[in-house]
């Protein structure tokens, strides 16, 4: 379970493919401290660590997760956010985030507004009972508020501090990102429909 308050800022230095597998060599500041089997949020992904060379860790994703993530868009020099799991004695300053991501969107809309940035992201319609004004969202593994998201579309605003420390300096108008839908309310979705309320 992580909170989608990014830790870290992780560089991609080598990707080796292994059948339908990726392992992912990441380089960061918190790669020294991780220990083999741990689970670590990559870009919203959770991966489990399963190797450890200084300050490099090494995670594999399986055929089903780089199909649903954007982790093939990865390439050496590449930057991910990075989020060690949550203890039971940390406070949960995001929201529950699993690291299980649903799909990708994609960044349709870019603005500074000079002390904050605004981004726009489209989204499948069917997805669109699980978005509620003001709730909460997980791109490329940081939690985020939504702003209006209607009709197939959604937007975010992006504070300085997280612009500066995450990858969304980086992502452009066409680039696809990591999502993950509140958990509570896919939950309540699911309900709702197998009751056949919704």
Same mark, same amino acid.
């Given at each position: 379970?992580?909170?989608?308050?990014?830790?870290?800022?992780?560089?991609?230095?080598?990707?080796?493919?292994?059948?339908? =597998?990726?392992?992912?060599?990441?380089?960061?500041?918190?790669?020294?401290?991780?220990?083999?089997?741990?689970?670590?949020?990559?870009?919203?992904?959770?991966?489990?660590?399963?190797?450890?060379? *200084?300050?490099?860790?090494?995670?594999?994703?399986?055929?089903?997760?780089?199909?649903?993530?954007?982790?093939?868009?990865?390439?050496?020099?590449?930057?991910?956010?990075?989020?060690?799991?949550?203890?039971?004695?940390?406070?949960?300053? +995001?929201?529950?985030?699993?690291?299980?991501?649903?799909?990708?969107?994609?960044?349709?809309?870019?603005? *500074?507004? *000079?002390?904050?940035?605004?981004? +726009?992201?489209?989204?499948? =319609?069917?997805?669109?009972?699980?978005?509620?004004?003001? +709730?909460?969202?997980?791109?490329?593994?940081?939690?985020?508020?939504?702003?209006?998201?209607? *009709?197939?579309?959604?937007?975010?605003?992006?504070?300085?501090?997280?612009?500066?420390?995450?990858?969304?300096?980086?992502?452009?108008?066409?680039?696809?990102?990591?999502?993950?839908?509140?958990?509570?309310?896919?939950?309540?979705?699911?309900?709702?429909?197998?009751?056949?309320?919704?």
């Amino acid at each position: 379970m992580f909170s989608g308050i990014v830790e870290a800022l992780g560089l991609v230095k080598r990707i080796e493919e292994e059948g339908t =597998n990726k392992s992912f060599h990441i380089e960061s500041d918190i790669s020294s401290d991780l220990y083999i089997d741990q689970s670590v949020s990559h870009n919203g992904v959770c991966l489990t660590v399963v190797k450890i060379i *200084d300050n490099v860790h090494v995670v594999t994703a399986v055929e089903e997760t780089l199909i649903k993530a954007n982790l093939n868009d990865l390439s050496v020099g590449s930057t991910v956010n990075l989020e060690r799991s949550v203890s039971l004695s940390t406070r949960l300053d +995001g929201h529950m985030v699993q690291g299980h991501v649903d799909s990708t969107i994609e960044c349709i809309r870019k603005e *500074d507004k *000079d002390g904050s940035w605004i981004f +726009g992201f489209k989204y499948a =319609n069917k997805d669109d009972a699980l978005l509620v004004d003001k +709730g909460s969202i997980c791109i490329n593994g940081v939690s985020l508020t939504l702003i209006d998201p209607s *009709d197939g579309s959604l937007e975010v605003t992006i504070i300085p501090y997280t612009y500066e420390y995450t990858t969304f300096k980086n992502i452009q108008v066409g680039d696809r990102a990591n999502v993950e839908f509140d958990i509570i309310g896919k939950y309540v979705n699911k309900y709702l429909r197998k009751i056949k309320i919704a």
